[in-house]
Nanobody, 119 residues
Framework: QVQLVESGGGLVQAGGSLRLSCAFSGDIFGIHTMGWYRQPPGKQRELVAEIGRGGIPDYSDSVKGRFTISRDFVRNHVLLQMNSLKPEDTAVYFC?????????????WGQGTWVTVSS
């Protein structure tokens, strides 16, 4: 099992910045992909940013140029730096990792952290 704990969410004014952190622990051998997703109120969960085996990040169009995903294998963290925040970024943000064991991929999710951007 892999445990994920997100932190860093909160209330911020439009144009401000927040940094989300996701600490992962447990059976972390085999983790190859890490990402952040979000679920705005009343909407479906959507990809924000993801970084896989190749190390090249992938971003949704709505956050390109404003958000940066990074990973730290020494401290077992995946970070999301969010700049120039907009009210439409308001959502619950979830961390996800994908672990491969015996060629079988399994996803693990954190509990989520709220980000509220006021106008």
């Amino acid at each position: 099992q892999v445990q994920l704990v997100e932190s860093g969410g909160g209330l911020v004014q439009a144009g401000g910045s927040l940094r989300l952190s996701c600490a992962f622990s447990g059976d972390i051998f085999g983790i190859h992909t890490m990402g952040w997703y979000r679920q705005p109120p009343g909407k479906q969960r959507e990809l924000v940013a993801e970084i896989g085996r190749g190390g090249i990040p992938d971003y949704s169009d709505s956050v390109k140029g404003r958000f940066t995903i990074s990973r730290d294998f020494v401290r077992n963290h995946v970070l999301l730096q969010m700049n120039s925040l907009k009210p439409e970024d308001t959502a619950v943000y979830f961390c996800k990792v994908v672990r491969s064991v015996a060629a079988v991929n399994r996803e693990y999710w954190g509990q989520g952290t709220w980000v509220t951007v006021s106008s």
